[in-house]
C-alpha cells in the first residue's frame, strides 16, 4: 500500500456532532485505567452468562431436538442477531461518543428514531419470513421465523437505553440485567425443548429473554420514553451513526456470514459448523466483546487528551489483548478434538478440523479490537467502512466457492482474510497515530512467549493422549503450567498482567 493509498483511506472529515454535545466530566477517585478495568470484569459477567448458557443450550439441544429442529434453531439465532444488531442504526454509538449525562432529549430523540426503524424491520422480518426458511431448506418453519418480528420489536424498545450503560462505564448494573436475561432464555428454553416443544422452544426461550431485557433495563436506568422528535438532532447523530451502523453490519457479516453460505452450500454440515464456532466464541468472543465493550467509552473520553494517550491506551490494550488471544486460542486449537467429543457426544472430523481453525482465527480477530475501538472514538468510522467493504465481498464469494469442499474450507477463508485484513487496520492505525509498527508489534511478544509455553507443554499431552475427557484435562492442566512458567520467566509478561490484577482491585 502506498502512501496516497494510506491517506485515502484515513480521510475523516471535521467532526459531526456538536462541539458542545457534553463530555466527560473529570473521574471521581477511581483512576479511569481502573474504572475499565473493573468495567472489564463486569462487563464479563454478563457476557459471560450468555456464552455459558449458549454453550450449554448448543450441547444439550443438540441431544434432544431432531437434526431438523436443531438446524431451525441455528437460523433463528442467527437471523435474530442480524436484525438485533441492524436496529441500532448507530445510535447508541452516537451517544457514547457524544458523552452527555443523564437522559437528555438526544437521548429520546435517538429512541424515537429507533423504534421507528423497529417497525419497519418487524415488517421485513414477518414479510421475508417465507423466503429465509426456504434459502435455508426450513420451508416447514416459516410460522417461527414470522414470530421473529415480535423480538424486534422488544429489541427495538431495549436498544437505546442499553447504550446508555456503556456510555456511563456502568457495567455492574448492565451485568444484572444481562445475567436475568440470559438465565430466562435458558431455563424457558431448556424446559420447554424437554417438554417437546421443538423449535417453538428456543422461539419461547428468546420471547422471554428480550422481555425480561426490556423490562429491568427501563427498571434499572429509570426510563420513560418521551417519543420526542428534532429533525436537526437526528442528522447530528445519523452523520456519526451511519458510518458505525454500516461497520456494524459489515463487521457482522465478516464474523458471521459464513453461515449462509455453509446454510445453503453445505446443509449437511451446517449444525457442525455452529457446534464448532460454540467453544470458541464461548471463551473468547466473551473476553473480546467484554473489552471492546470497555474500551470504546474509555478511548472516548481520553481522546480530548492528545495523541499520546492514544498510543498509550492502544499500547495498553494491544498488550493485554495479546496475551489473552494467542494463548487461549491456539490452546482451543489444541483441545478442539476432545472438546468437541465431550461437549456434542460425536467424533466429527469436519467439525473438529473447523473448530481448531476458527479458534486459530480468533487468535488473529482479537488483536483487532484494539483499533476498531480506537478509531470508532477518533471519529474515523469511515477507515473501517472502507476496509469492511473489500473485506466481505471478498471473504463471502470465496467461501461460496469453496463451500462444496466441506466447512474447514470456509474455515480457512475465514482465517486468511483475518489475517490480511487486521494487518492491513493495523497499519493504517499506526500512520494515523504516529506509531511506528515495531513499537506495535513488541506489545505483542508477552502474549506470544506466554503462547509457546502453552504449545511447548500442551502439544505433546495432545499428540500422545486419546481422545475423551481425561484427554481434554490433561492438555488444559499442561497448558496452563505451560502459560504459568511463561510468565514466571518472562517478566514484561507477568508485569502486564499483575498491572491488570492492580487496576482491578483498584491499587
Not at 129 to 134: E, I
Not at 273 to 278: G, I, K, M
Request: aromatic content about 10%; overall charge neutral; some cysteine.
Amino acid at each position: 500500500m502506498g502512501r496516497d493509498d494510506a491517506e485515502a483511506l484515513t480521510m475523516g472529515g471535521p467532526d459531526p456532532l456538536p462541539s458542545d454535545a457534553g463530555t466527560a466530566g473529570a473521574d471521581d477517585e477511581q483512576s479511569l485505567g481502573t474504572k475499565a478495568s473493573r468495567g472489564f470484569l463486569w462487563a464479563n459477567l454478563g457476557i459471560l452468562t450468555r456464552y455459558v448458557t449458549a454453550l450449554i443450550l448448543a450441547a444439550v439441544l443438540a441431544r434432544v431436538l431432531d437434526p431438523v429442529d436443531y438446524a431451525v434453531m441455528v437460523t433463528l439465532m442467527l437471523i435474530t442477531f442480524y436484525f438485533d444488531n441492524a436496529l441500532d442504526l448507530g445510535m447508541g454509538a452516537a451517544l457514547v461518543y457524544e458523552q452527555e449525562d443523564g437522559v437528555t432529549e438526544r437521548v429520546q430523540v435517538a429512541f424515537t428514531a429507533n423504534l421507528g426503524l423497529g417497525v419497519v424491520l418487524a415488517v421485513v422480518a414477518f414479510a421475508i419470513a417465507p423466503f429465509v426458511a426456504d434459502y435455508f431448506g426450513q420451508s416447514g418453519y416459516v410460522a417461527e421465523f414470522r414470530s421473529l418480528a415480535v423480538i424486534v420489536m422488544l429489541s427495538a424498545l431495549t436498544t437505546v437505553p442499553w447504550s446508555l450503560f456503556m456510555r456511563n462505564m456502568d457495567f455492574r448494573r448492565r451485568a444484572v440485567v444481562e445475567v436475568s436475561r440470559d438465565l430466562s432464555r435458558f431455563v424457558v428454553t431448556l424446559g420447554l425443548a424437554l417438554a417437546g416443544l421443538g423449535a417453538w422452544a428456543v422461539v419461547y426461550g428468546l420471547f422471554a429473554a428480550y422481555t425480561v431485557a426490556l423490562v429491568s433495563t427501563w427498571l434499572v436506568l429509570r426510563f420513560r420514553p418521551t417519543f420526542a422528535w428534532d429533525t436537526t438532532t437526528v442528522k447530528q447523530l445519523f452523520a456519526y451513526a451511519w458510518r458505525v451502523a454500516g461497520n456494524r453490519l459489515l463487521g457482522l457479516l465478516a464474523l458471521n456470514g459464513d453461515y449462509f453460505v455453509v446454510g445453503n452450500r453445505r446443509r449437511d454440515q451446517y449444525a457442525s459448523y455452529y457446534q464448532a464456532f460454540r467453544l470458541p466464541e464461548f471463551v473468547m468472543g466473551a473476553q473480546l466483546n467484554g473489552l471492546s465493550a470497555v474500551l470504546f467509552p474509555m478511548y472516548s473520553r481520553i481522546r480530548s487528551d492528545g495523541e499520546e494517550a492514544l498510543r498509550e491506551g492502544m499500547f495498553k490494550a494491544l498488550r493485554i489483548v495479546g496475551l489473552f488471544s494467542f494463548p487461549v486460542g491456539v490452546g482451543l486449537a489444541l483441545i478442539a478434538r476432545d472438546a468437541f467429543t465431550v461437549f456434542y457426544g460425536t467424533q466429527n472430523l469436519a467439525g473438529i478440523q473447523t473448530m481448531e481453525v476458527i479458534s486459530l482465527a480468533g487468535a488473529v480477530t482479537g488483536i483487532g479490537f484494539a483499533t476498531g475501538d480506537l478509531l470508532m472514538a477518533m471519529n474515523r468510522p469511515g477507515v473501517l467502512l472502507r476496509l469492511n467493504l473489500a473485506m466481505v465481498p471478498l471473504m463471502l464469494v470465496s467461501m461460496w466457492f469453496v463451500a462444496p469442499h466441506g466447512i474447514v474450507w470456509v474455515a480457512v477463508v475465514h482465517l486468511c482474510i483475518q489475517i490480511v485484513f487486521v494487518g492491513v487496520r493495523q497499519l493504517i492505525v499506526d500512520r494515523i497515530i504516529s506509531v511506528r509498527t515495531a513499537q506495535a508489534l513488541a506489545c505483542l511478544v508477552p502474549g506470544l512467549v506466554v503462547t509457546f509455553g502453552v504449545v511447548a507443554l500442551a502439544l505433546p499431552v495432545r499428540l500422545l493422549s486419546s481422545e475423551g475427557f481425561v484427554s481434554l484435562v490433561a492438555i488444559l492442566a499442561a497448558g496452563t503450567l505451560g502459560a504459568v512458567a511463561a510468565l514466571a520467566i518472562y517478566a514484561p509478561a507477568r508485569r502486564e498482567l499483575f498491572d491488570l490484577i492492580s487496576k482491578v482491585r483498584g491499587g
